[in-house]
């Protein structure tokens, strides 16, 4: 065993989340009221049985599930109840800054479902949020591969033609099976040329040449997870000579069986190759997990001292879309070390 995690001076640390998906941050109790909100059968009758289906044995199981959650939201309302309890949550976490996921496809294209009630909904509750918190915020609508590329193109637009302020960056989430034989790449050139930059999942259980895709062909300037990379020298180089980050989350691969163990995570790899690294919680209670346990993961996995959680930390606030001057001024508060 090594040091004890220091908890409350990581939580005091300003940080930012620049990895989870707001229909992950629905935990058993909200599931539940969702459901019976719009009279629909949950997938367990309370909250034990919510968060016992809330453990997968794999990645296809889980993203079924996710996508029952995904269909659980519907209303502006229910998306207005989820940002700010998400929000809220992980400014307890001692996050300044968020960057989160909305899956904007399966809500346009799966659940026909048009994209600015849902915008309007989320910009809501992020905004009663930050008046109690003081957080800053960005959307980051993604897509999910397992759908045509044309029907994700076509939801794009509709995202694209809605109020764009507060998007922070287009996504990619869902499987990487389809990215070679569909063609995903216009969406991400369509959000450049509106000024929107592309991130991606890459590499979660797929390997490294899934990143050097997601780098070469989408653009994306911050990977999510991203640690196949660690099995191809070349491409952890390619990371560092491009100077993109990964927005790792050891618990979600823990808990999707991405690593076999803890023992077998590649962040002390990914970390020695120098790459930058942030952490993020994923899907937290769908992981039973909270970005301060992510944090003491990596203290643990990684044998970190508070000066290398401090880097993490500036890492995710550096990384992050927010203004330069806001980075600043959190940079000033998270001190040197
Ligand atoms: N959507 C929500 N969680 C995800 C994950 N871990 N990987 C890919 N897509 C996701
Ligand atoms: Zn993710």
Redesign the pocket.
Known sequence: MGEPFPIDAVRAMPKAELHV?L??TVDATTLLMLAERHGVQPPAEDVEGVDEWYRFDG?PM??ER?FTVLGLIRTPDDFRLIAERYLTAASEQGVVHTEF?V?ATGHIVENSKEWGPIHDGIVAGCTAATAATGMSWGLIP?I?PHLPAADCLEAMKTVFAHDTTYLAAAGM???ADTWTTDDFVPIFDLARSVGIPAVS?AG??GGADEVRFAVEQFGAVRI??GIGAAQDPDVLQLLVDRDIACDV?PG?NLA?A?VGSAAEHPLPTMLAAGVTITLGS??PP?FQTRLLDEYERAWQWAGLSLDGVRALCRNSLERSFAPREQVDDWLAVLGAG
């Open positions: 998906h229909e992950g990645f889980f993203l996710y996921h899956s993604d999910s989430g869902g499987p999942h979660e259980h999510q997870h989350c979600s999707l991405a994923d899907d769908m």
